[in-house]
């Protein structure tokens, strides 16, 4: 649904409510100058009134379309800051060439204009803003003593051309330090949520390997036996180990395994699908937790990971070097511990190692589990 206010991007709609924000303080001028001008403080016609306050009306309806069409995104400074500021500038330089008595208040205008900046410009934009609108009412003060000469004091021109000067300028050094410190504000807050992005991924992968810790390894096991004890499709437990990885190490060095088992666990997650993981369970012994409903379907992703890792050729070592691995490979029981589930894996991996290396062994659960499990479920 269409909102006013809103935008699916984040920023856009930053940039929305700021415009809005201009808007208000737009309306409010335009309803101190209508009763100034009731006042008789006011020199423009009441047909000139209503033109320009409709032609600031449409300016703003124009730079609104802009952003929701997303037209601004175009341009260096999608916030559109100092257009917005020009343009209001503008508008004060006019308000002060039709006002007379109360000329030094509407001064204000050009004070309410520069807060704005404070959101985007930095020190050089402001200083060419106020150049600008000194100039600019400059100016006025000019065609206001060629055309209507009675209307002003010189003198108290000058001095609120002075002081506007002084005010600018203070203001446009405290506003470019502020949006500073703003800017340096949200790079603290860009780079404390990266470093919290990092410590929450080193709370959760393996450094070496790049894929979930141990400690991870238990939370995804505690969530895959939580949905299997509500009775959806049950998952089967892998741990695996290289064979002989201890010579590796001693003939290549320590780096040269962590190549080895950086390559092996690469190739294992690129062979599996999204829902199964990988995980570090300790040295150089893996899991891999696979979402099977079916045992023969993990058990042949099993034997494939077996293969694979006997066939892969490691840059910088001898053509015919080559790894294999072990592996203990079972099915979760609803509503028996982990610490059960993990215990078998591990028992039918110390078979596979005893019986030759480079094999799988599958052990399955003890009848009488599957027997109450199913008689829990039912």
Same mark, same amino acid.
């Given at each position: 649904?269409?909102?006013?206010?809103?935008?699916? &991007?984040?920023?856009?709609?930053? $940039?929305?409510?700021?415009?809005?924000?201009?808007?208000?303080?737009?309306?409010?001028?335009?309803?101190?100058?209508?009763?100034?001008?009731?006042?008789?403080?006011?020199?423009?016609?009441?047909?000139?009134?209503?033109?320009?306050?409709?032609?600031?009306?449409?300016? &703003?309806?124009?730079?609104?379309?802009?952003?929701?069409?997303?037209?601004?995104?175009?341009?260096?400074?999608?916030?559109?800051?100092?257009?917005?500021?020009?343009?209001?500038?503008?508008?004060?330089?006019?308000?002060?060439?039709?006002?007379?008595?109360?000329?030094?208040?509407?001064?204000?205008?050009?004070?309410?204009?520069?807060?704005?900046?404070?959101?985007?410009?930095?020190?050089?934009?402001?200083?060419?803003?106020?150049?600008?609108?000194?100039?600019?009412?400059?100016?006025?003060?000019?065609?206001?003593?060629?055309?209507?000469?009675?209307?002003?004091?010189?003198?108290?021109?000058?001095?609120?051309?002075?002081?506007?000067?002084?005010?600018?300028?203070?203001?446009?050094?405290?506003?470019?330090?502020?949006?500073?410190? $703003?800017?340096?504000?949200?790079?603290?807050?860009?780079?404390?949520?990266?470093?919290?992005? $990092?410590?929450?991924?080193?709370?959760?992968?393996?450094?070496?390997?790049?894929?979930?810790?141990?400690?991870?390894?238990?939370?995804?096991?505690?969530?895959?036996?939580?949905?299997?004890?509500?009775?959806?499709?049950?998952?089967?437990?892998?741990?695996?180990?290289?064979?002989?990885?201890?010579?590796? &190490?001693?003939?290549?060095?320590?780096?040269?395994?962590?190549?080895?088992?950086?390559?092996?666990?690469?190739?294992?997650?690129?062979?599996?699908?999204?829902?199964?993981?990988?995980?570090?369970?300790?040295?150089?012994?893996?899991?891999?937790?696979?979402?099977?409903?079916?045992?023969?379907?993990?058990?042949?992703?099993?034997?494939?990971?077996?293969?694979?890792?006997?066939?892969?050729?490691?840059?910088?070592?001898?053509?015919?070097?080559?790894?294999?691995?072990?592996?203990?490979?079972?099915?979760?029981?609803?509503?028996?511990?982990?610490?059960?589930?993990?215990?078998?894996?591990?028992?039918?991996?110390?078979?596979?190692?005893?019986?030759?290396? &480079?094999?799988?062994?599958?052990?399955?659960?003890?009848?009488?589990?599957?027997?109450?499990?199913?008689?829990?479920?039912?």
């Amino acid at each position: 649904m269409f909102s006013i206010l809103q935008d699916e &991007n984040p920023n856009q709609a930053l $940039r929305i409510r700021r415009f809005f924000m201009a808007f208000s303080a737009y309306l409010m001028w335009m309803m101190l100058i209508t009763y100034c001008y009731y006042q008789g403080w006011f020199r423009m016609s009441l047909y000139g009134l209503i033109v320009t306050n409709v032609a600031v009306l449409a300016l &703003n309806l124009a730079i609104y379309l802009v952003f929701r069409t997303g037209l601004n995104k175009r341009f260096k400074d999608p916030s559109l800051t100092m257009y917005q500021m020009i343009q209001a500038t503008f508008g004060a330089m006019i308000v002060a060439y039709y006002t007379d008595q109360v000329r030094g208040i509407v001064l204000l205008l050009y004070l309410v204009v520069f807060i704005f900046g404070v959101f985007r410009l930095q020190l050089r934009q402001f200083f060419i803003l106020a150049l600008y609108a000194l100039t600019g009412y400059g100016y006025v003060i000019v065609l206001l003593l060629a055309n209507h000469p009675h209307r002003i004091n010189f003198q108290e021109a000058i001095l609120y051309w002075i002081v506007l000067a002084a005010v600018l300028s203070w203001f446009a050094a405290i506003g470019s330090y502020i949006n500073h410190l $703003r800017e340096k504000l949200v790079k603290a807050n860009f780079e404390l949520s990266q470093a919290n992005e $990092r410590i929450r991924q080193s709370a959760i992968i393996d450094e070496l390997t790049g894929v979930f810790n141990r400690r991870q390894m238990i939370r995804i096991l505690e969530r895959e036996k939580s949905l299997a004890d509500r009775g959806q499709a049950s998952f089967s437990f892998c741990i695996l180990d290289l064979d002989d990885f201890k010579h590796v &190490n001693d003939t290549f060095g320590h780096q040269v395994g962590d190549t080895v088992l950086r390559t092996l666990v690469q190739t294992i997650q690129s062979n599996i699908r999204e829902q199964d993981y990988v995980a570090r369970y300790g040295g150089e012994e893996f899991v891999v937790i696979l979402a099977y409903p079916d045992m023969e379907e993990a058990v042949a992703c099993a034997e494939r990971i077996k293969s694979l890792a006997a066939s892969i050729v490691f840059p910088g070592l001898p053509e015919d070097f080559r790894i294999t691995i072990s592996m203990g490979l079972t099915r979760y029981v609803p509503l028996e511990s982990i610490d059960t589930l993990i215990g078998r894996a591990d028992t039918a991996l110390y078979r596979a190692k005893t019986n030759g290396k &480079n094999r799988l062994v599958m052990e399955k659960p003890p009848r009488y589990e599957i027997m109450c499990a199913e008689r829990s479920i039912a």
